[in-house]
């Protein structure tokens, strides 16, 4: 999303690995019809763990899924991974090198990077169902609840990205049932023209219903007894395409609707929505969509670059936005990011951008603002992202040597590869009283 302005493996997820496979990819020929007759229920096995029924205590993650590899069974090259030039040293649109070691053979991907003792560095793809189920995994193992699963309203018109983000939505419910995970559905609206909410969005939610029946999968989250969807990018002055007015039916529909509504709709709003102010719309229309809706998450990541910060960030804009909810009776979903960098996607573009722009601080940062925000009231968190590692903003296993040459990339700072989901399932354990919330990082 651009949105700036080795724990052991249980017995049954190696059982799962051995079973998992690849998605093969449409025939050429396929239309956009074809792979929506392909839609299907979850029917696999689920365990239960998580409490689905509410957000309350839980830290989410954003989990992208928007990667894609060569050879990987999806037909569309190195998504999200290459520049203009290709996949290759100087043409890349990644900051960070996730950390393949404890992937099989059949889940990396070769690309033409070297390590320094010129190693051929390899991707993964989640297109592959093998290493989605292993995230979900992860997830268990260090205690993350789940996932915002972001689907792109821009990549439903056609055929082939139709069916990657089916594919990655079967992947991604089947690794929460079988770990005991939830997850549920964000769309993000972001280059989407006018008129596409309704031609696309209300479309592909009905077949999500009707076909894929997610609000009937057991792993799916809800809250105050409803299925929860998010909808992100409403009311930003970024110069989108669409309408409020479009977003306001948008919202309405995912409520009101007798056959596909009675859900709980959170917004993904910008930092200032409250104010009218920052990078808002300065339109009173955002807050009566903001009041119809049930859960509000302001988009947070770069807005502020320091520990300190981050807590000033709490006081000024977190407490008051919750004083806000609470009178108006919605909930409030904040945004913490553990770090921010996207040099390499800025070279690709002929552009410059600072690499390590927002730094980490060994996981200082991420844990001031989880802390800043439980503090000023906060009952649950988004961690944004999962697998971000375009803007340098991943908590999955990411390496500390990645590839070296023309592309430079940011590490963990020599921290263990699971550093941030360790942290991350560490907030989850804040929220819910477990552990202090101080200022001392765990």
Wanted: hydrophobic letters at 40%; charged letters at 25%; aromatic letters at 10%.
């Amino acid at each position: 999303m651009t949105r700036f302005v080795q724990t052991p493996r249980s017995l049954l997820f190696t059982v799962l690995l051995q079973i998992a496979f690849v998605s093969a990819a449409p025939p050429d020929e396929m239309t956009r019809e074809a792979v929506i007759e392909q839609m299907r229920p979850y029917a696999g096995p689920q365990v239960s763990a998580v409490d689905t029924s509410t957000l309350h205590g839980k830290v989410m993650c954003g989990y992208q899924g928007w990667f894609a590899a060569e050879g990987d069974g999806a037909g569309l090259g190195w998504r999200h991974y290459a520049g203009r030039g290709g996949l290759r040293p100087g043409s890349c649109t990644f900051d960070l090198w996730p950390d393949v070691s404890e992937l099989d053979a059949d889940e990396r991907y070769t690309t033409a990077f070297k390590h320094a003792d010129g190693r051929p560095a390899e991707l993964f793809s989640p297109y592959n169902k093998k290493t989605v189920l292993r995230h979900f995994e992860w997830m268990a193992d260090y205690g993350i609840d789940g996932v915002f699963l972001q689907r792109f309203g821009a990549s439903l018109r056609s055929a082939s990205n139709l069916n990657h983000r089916n594919v990655i939505t079967d992947n991604v419910r089947e690794g929460a049932n079988r770990t005991g995970r939830t997850w549920a559905m964000m769309y993000d609206l972001s280059g989407l023209r006018e008129g596409d909410i309704e031609r696309v969005v209300m479309d592909d939610w009905r077949n999500l219903v009707d076909r894929m029946e997610i609000r009937s999968d057991p792993a799916y989250l809800h809250h105050a007894g409803r299925p929860v969807v998010a909808v992100w990018g409403i009311g930003f002055n970024d110069g989108r395409r669409y309408t409020l007015g479009e977003c306001e039916r948008l919202v309405r529909f995912l409520k009101d609707d007798p056959e596909y509504g009675n859900n709980t709709v959170m917004v993904g709003v910008p930092t200032g929505w409250r104010t009218l102010t920052r990078d808002a719309l300065k339109d009173e229309k955002l807050h009566d969509i903001i009041r119809k809706a049930d859960i509000v998450s302001p988009w947070t990541v770069g807005r502020y670059h320091t520990p300190q910060a981050a807590r000033r960030h709490a006081e000024e804009w977190v407490r008051p936005d919750l004083a806000w909810c609470t009178e108006v009776g919605l909930d409030y979903l904040p945004v913490v990011f553990p770090g921010f960098s996207w040099h390499n996607m800025h070279v690709a573009r002929g552009e410059s951008a600072p690499l390590n722009q927002i730094p980490r601080l060994k996981g200082e940062f991420l844990w001031s603002q989880a802390v800043a925000d439980y503090q000023a009231g906060a009952k649950m968190l988004y961690v944004a992202m999962f697998d971000e590692i375009d803007e340098g903003t991943a908590i999955f296993k990411c390496t500390n040597d990645p590839p070296v040459g023309e592309s430079p990339f940011v590490t963990y700072e020599g921290l263990p590869s699971d550093h941030y989901l360790r942290l991350a399932g560490r907030i989850g354990r804040m929220l819910r009283g477990e552990i202090e919330a101080t200022g001392e990082m765990p």
